[in-house]
């Protein structure tokens, strides 16, 4: 990684401009069977895709926030590296009403939390390759899967990112994107990430710091990548040691 990267988005450039075609995000879900792997130039042409949603179609500007009710997924660490492209806040778990915009999964009671949010209200089926609701979004929603695939390839923010500016609130912390990347390169040795080809795979949810830095952002800031994995209660001790086999983990986190 660039040692002048300031942003969590600064760290995805210098992955893609490092090696595009390596693995960063490998996602399991033990409750349907899933897995799918991300490349980083996969992961990136996401993240631009969905920073231009953010940027151009819903107009959110630098100091917005975003709330994000969302599970450990790969399309949540999406929206993660989307929001800090634009330099929004990405508020995870957060007060939907006082967000600009809210970011919901399918779950009922996350639908009825994103309720309370005035702005723009988006839906994430969660569904095997990132498809669409059937047979059709929330009442009141725009379906992610729907939106996305037609905004651009190319992201380029309209002001640039202010990396001393907030970026992530978690658990009630407030981060900069400096204080992302600063925090994440300092625990990533105590997360078994010890440099270019670590690969730790990750059971903790999003909604705490130690979740993000294992589940995304340490991985992205030592050149490593995660095997992230959702309802991993319901794998078997006999699964998981299958899976740090088989996906060649180097470190755990769960």
């Known amino acids: 990684m660039n040692a002048t990267d300031r942003t969590p988005a600064d760290l995805l450039s210098s992955a893609l401009a490092a090696d595009p075609g390596r693995p960063l995000v490998t996602f399991y879900d033990d409750a349907t069977g899933e897995r799918v792997e991300l490349s980083v130039a996969t992961f990136a042409n996401w993240v631009a895709k969905t920073a231009n949603l953010l940027q151009d179609e819903l107009s959110v500007e630098p100091g917005d926030r975003v ?23 990405a508020d995870v778990a957060g007060d939907a009403g006082a967000a600009d915009v809210v970011v919901s999964g399918p779950e009922p009671e996350s639908l009825e ?4 949010c005035s ?39 309209y002001a640039p990112v202010d990396p001393e500016a907030p970026a992530l609130i978690v658990a009630g912390r407030e981060f900069s994107g400096a204080e992302v990347v600063e925090r994440a390169r300092a625990e990533a040795s105590g997360l078994g990430l010890t440099g270019p080809g670590a690969r730790i795979l990750s059971g903790l949810p999003y909604d705490t710091w130690e979740g993000l830095s294992a589940g995304l952002y340490g991985p992205l800031a030592s050149g490593g990548s995660v095997v992230l994995c959702r309802h991993l209660e319901l794998a078997g001790a006999g699964v998981v040691d299958q899976r740090i086999e088989a996906e060649r983990v180097s470190a755990t986190a769960r």
Do not use: K
């Open 119 to 157: 702005g723009a209200r988006i839906a994430l089926a969660l569904r095997p390759l990132g498809g669409r609701f059937a047979p059709a979004p929330p009442e009141g929603f725009a379906d992610y899967a729907v939106e996305v695939p037609g905004q651009g390839d190319r992201f380029v923010p």
């Open 67 to 89: 709330a994000l009710l969302l599970p450990a997924h790969w399309q949540t660490a999406v929206w993660l590296l989307a929001c800090a492209s634009v330099g929004v806040v």
């Open 113 to 116: 939390a994103a309720r309370a």
